[in-house]
C-alpha cells in the first residue's frame, strides 16, 4: 500500500496542459507519463520479484494489477483537469517527456500552488476510490489522512 501512496503523491503532482492547447494535448501528455511511469514501476517490481517467494510474488502481482486498473481513472482525472485548468505548455512538455516518477514530481513543481491543491484533491479521490475507500472518512487503517 505504501507504494499506492507513493503513486498517489507522484501523480498528484502530475500536469501539463498550454492556455492554449486542447483536451487531447493534454490527453497525449497526461498517457505518455502515466504510461511510462508504471512501466518503470512495473519493471522495477519485476526485478525485485525475481528472486522472492511465491508469496512475495504474489503480492507484487496484485500491485502490479493495481496500478494497471487505476491507470485509466487517473489519466481521465488529470487531463480534466490540465483542460479545466489550462497548464503551460512548458508543463505540457516536461510530463510529454517524463519517464519516472521523480521526473513527474519534478515537473509537478512547475504548476502554481492552487493547481497543485485541485490536482492532488482530485487524484486523491480516485486512488481512495482504487484501494476501496472513500476521501475523508478515515483512509486506510495505518495511514494518516491527507
Known sequence: MKS??????ALSLFAGCK????ASS???AVSKGVDKMIAARRQKLDEQGS?????????????SKAMDEVA???KQTMTNRCTEDKWSA???KCYDAASSMEEIRACGHKLPADQQQKLQADVMQVMMKAMGGQP??????????M
Do not use: I, Q, T
Open 26 to 28: 493534454c490527453s497525449s
Open 72 to 74: 485509466g481513472p487517473l
Open 90 to 92: 512548458d508543463v505540457l
Open 136 to 145: 475523508g472518512m478515515g483512509g486506510m487503517p495505518g495511514h494518516p489522512n
Open 19 to 22: 492556455k492554449s492547447s486542447s
Open 4 to 9: 499506492f501512496l507513493g503513486l498517489a503523491l
Open 51 to 63: 528472486n522472492l517467494p511465491p508469496e512475495l510474488k504474489a503480492r507484487m502481482a496484485e500491485r
